[in-house]
């Protein structure tokens, strides 16, 4: 059963625009990941965020992650074409190694 | 690397019909998941593989669904008899990390590009 839940389902921006998505999970984690799923592709890891951080960057992808409120969001700033895509958090609970579990995935839509 | 693949890329069958997907990790990797993607459940871990061996099959759906890792570098699932419900995307996934390590450990996974199966 998927453990988290994202928001918005669907994001359609303008290209240049920041973009924000939003995913909220239910046990304690180890940590939680943010892949990307291009349409009729496999799913591409984009960031790992560990349980005792609370922001991560990397190039135009910011993440944060609030333990206490069991959520996590990822940022795409200036937007490009490219950037549409499903995103899915991912988070490894707590006790365990290697399961990811995945939320229901945000679909975002980049206009050029 | 050629990163994770997976045989066929697309997989029409007839219901009762054996379908056998197949999946060949990254060289390396000690770890390998087989998941289902479909519209209304998301994406689902079936099994994962470590170092060859099944540690957890609790997401198999049914007795009809049978997951195989021989060697290292290939892996099987296999749906017998397939029913038209079983229509989904099927990744395989793996990973460089394994139940050593455990909590510290980098859980990032590499997927293959899916099997699109559809049971008519």
């Known amino acids: 059963s998927q453990q988290g839940e994202e928001d918005p389902q669907a994001l359609s921006i303008q290209e240049g625009e920041n973009a924000t998505m939003n995913c909220s999970y239910k046990?304690?984690?180890?940590?939680l990941q943010w892949y990307r799923q291009n349409s009729g592709r496999g799913l591409v890891h984009l960031i790992l965020?560990?349980?005792?951080?609370r922001e991560k960057h990397s190039g135009r992808l910011r993440v944060t992650l609030d333990t206490s409120k069991k959520s996590s969001s990822l940022l795409i700033t200036a937007s490009r074409a490219a950037d549409t895509a499903s995103y899915f958090c991912a988070t490894v609970p707590l006790d365990s190694s290697y399961k990811l579990i995945f939320g229901s995935g945000t679909r975002l839509l980049v206009r050029p | 690397d050629a990163g994770v693949i997976q045989s066929p890329r697309h997989e029409v069958t007839e219901m009762g019909q054996e379908v056998t997907l197949r999946c060949k990790p990254i060289?390396?990797?000690?770890?390998l998941f087989w998941y289902r993607q479909t519209m209304m459940r998301g994406l689902e871990l079936l099994i994962y593989f470590n170092n060859n061996v099944p540690i957890d099959d609790s997401g198999m759906p049914e007795d009809r669904f049978s997951a195989k890792m021989p060697n290292a570098s290939f892996s099987t699932l296999k749906i017998q008899p397939s029913e038209p419900r079983d229509s989904a995307v099927y990744f395989c996934a793996s990973s460089p990390t394994g139940l050593a390590g455990h909590k510290s450990s980098y859980n990032e996974q590499f997927f293959g590009p899916g099997t699109r199966l559809t049971v008519l």
């Open positions: 046990t304690s984690i180890n940590n």
């Open positions: 060289s390396g990797h000690n770890s």
């Open positions: 965020i560990r349980s005792n951080e």
